[in-house]
């Protein structure tokens, strides 16, 4: 005999299941021509279980894109947390990052529906975490002596933008070459400033 849910974990449940249908559909279809309907018919819930979860439309969108940044903030931990300095974190970060803009799902949801769908500002406030390291790990070298900038926090935007530039460019395309071309800019950007 199987123990009955609480009714915290069949919310934690049914929010799992739209997420998740939501950003198959999101990812396949895109935003636009993905309706509610659509998320909730195969889940067997109602609109209004899916309002209860999220605001909108809007909101399950946001989630799915939100989790999506965590999945490519814990893919780049997973490339530099094994490598010594913070230097080779800072470039091997970099182009992992650009590394997840031909991942079909991720490239899709993040560097095609995301800027499209999403205000500038929500952008900001979901890769808000990404960010943070990418501006300490441009702070830590200033500090020992590696980089030569005059300001930490705008080099981190500045290199923040590109990245995001040639990640969308990369997204736009399965040519292998494209992503080694772009992994190949990012580091002269970042060694060009290298002391």
């Known amino acids: 005999m199987t123990a009955k849910l609480t009714k915290a974990e069949q919310t934690q449940r049914t929010r799992r299941a739209i997420l998740a249908r939501a950003r198959h559909l999101f990812s396949t279809k895109g935003y636009a021509a993905t309706g509610t309907e659509e998320i909730i018919h195969e889940l067997g819930i109602t609109r209004g279980a899916l309002y209860h979860q999220f605001k909108d439309k809007l909101g399950v969108f946001r989630a799915v894109v939100t989790e999506a940044y965590d999945e490519i903030t814990a893919y780049i931990q997973s490339k530099v947390e094994p490598l010594e300095t913070n230097w080779q974190q800072l470039v091997t970060g970099c182009q992992a990052f650009l590394e997840v803009a031909q991942q079909d799902e991720i490239r899709r949801l993040v560097f095609v529906e995301a800027p499209a769908v999403l205000a500038a500002d929500d952008l900001v406030e979901i890769d808000q975490y990404g960010f943070g390291l990418l501006y300490e790990s441009i702070q830590l070298a200033a500090d020992e002596g590696e ?49």
Do not use: C, Y
């Open 147 to 195: 980089l030569d900038t005059v300001d930490a926090e705008g080099f981190a935007h500045l290199v923040n933008g590109s990245l995001n530039e040639l990640a969308s460019w990369v997204a736009k395309s399965d040519d292998p070459q494209r992503l080694q071309t772009a992994k190949s800019l990012i580091e002269t950007l970042l060694m060009r400033h290298r002391i």
